[in-house]
């Protein structure tokens, strides 16, 4: 008997199938969801198994495919869900005995989350275990609390477009993808109304961003910029225009999000 559990969350997100990146994002925020919950009980995290998470993968898109909450036959411990956020299927997970007994089971420690993005928006989420047989499971009832994972945490898979955009910001300011702490925070950010622009200020005034830029002159930071964000040095009329913005009052981090938003950039770094 292996046990599996179902679980649908109200409420579908917006119109719009993601990208593969961003529910590879997603992926990411399921596994740190549940790793925290761990935490806050004092057990080590899960590791994240590849074999795992393409197995989980594949199920997600079968459901998203057919529309229909249904398990898989891998005969591996799983849950499955669907909802609207990560955080707002990891909470109701959390809420629910089954699902949070094999979440905070202490002698499970492989796991693999695999997510899928349907057509309407809902975010379809396997999650399966490193144990082909519960009845060895060594947890039958476990409090609900702590729970740390606020319904609100997390991205939608309507996120796809602020997650490539907040990508880039980092790639373009720090030249290096973005922690997933810290695209997490910035994606939420965003969903609440934050602009890129404001972020770029925010970026702009990090001492990662002033190490590398902070006492060049206008020209100098052009320059840079263009042979550090686009790998190439700058034409005249780009060189001409960029200099006239920042003299006529535009910020750094306002001239960076030109940047990492042009079509160049999207092109050289492949993020969408």
């Given amino acids: 008997m292996v046990l599996t559990i179902v679980?649908?969350?109200?409420?579908?997100?917006?119109a719009g199938a993601a990208s593969a990146d961003a529910e590879s994002v997603l992926e990411q925020q399921f596994m740190l969801q549940i790793n925290a919950e761990r935490a806050a009980r004092g057990l080590e995290p899960m590791t994240n198994d590849p074999t795992?998470?393409?197995?989980?993968?594949?199920?997600?898109d079968t459901m998203a495919?057919?529309?229909?909450?249904?398990?898989?036959?891998?005969?591996?411990?799983?849950i499955v869900g669907y909802g609207g956020r990560s955080g707002q299927i990891t909470?109701?997970?959390?809420?629910s005995p089954g699902h949070r007994n094999?979440?905070?089971?202490?002698?499970?420690?492989?796991?693999?989350?695999?997510?899928?993005?349907?057509?309407?928006?809902?975010?379809?989420?396997?999650?399966?275990?490193?144990?082909?047989?519960?009845?060895l499971a060594t947890l039958s009832s476990s409090s609900p609390n702590p729970s740390v994972t606020p319904a609100d945490a997390?991205?939608?898979?309507?996120?796809s477009s602020h997650i490539g955009s907040v990508r880039r910001l980092y790639q373009a300011f720090f030249l290096r993808d973005s922690d997933q702490a810290g695209l997490d925070y910035w994606v939420g950010q965003r969903n609440q109304g934050v602009s890129l622009e404001?972020?770029?200020?925010?970026?702009?005034?990090s001492d990662e961003f002033r190490a590398r830029y902070g006492s060049l002159w206008n020209k100098d930071f052009v320059d840079m910029v263009y042979r550090n964000v686009l790998g190439r040095s700058p034409d005249q009329a780009g060189y001409d225009y960029w200099v006239g913005q920042l003299r006529g009052g535009m910020?750094?981090?306002?001239?960076m999000v030109g940047f990492s938003q042009s079509a160049e950039f999207i092109s050289r770094t492949g993020i969408a």
């Fill in 52 to 60: 795992l998470v393409t197995a989980s993968r594949r199920w997600s």
């Fill in 65 to 78: 495919g057919s529309n229909t909450l249904y398990h898989s036959s891998d005969g591996r411990a799983e």
């Fill in 7 to 14: 679980f649908a969350v109200p409420g579908a997100g917006v």
């Fill in 198 to 205: 404001q972020i770029a200020d925010h970026f702009a005034s």
């Fill in 251 to 255: 910020t750094r981090g306002e001239m």
């Fill in 102 to 135: 094999l979440i905070v089971d202490p002698n499970l420690r492989f796991a693999g989350a695999g997510v899928s993005c349907d057509a309407n928006g809902r975010l379809w989420v396997t999650v399966q275990f490193r144990r082909l047989d519960t009845r």
């Fill in 154 to 159: 997390g991205s939608s898979c309507g996120d």
């Fill in 91 to 95: 909470d109701a997970f959390m809420n």
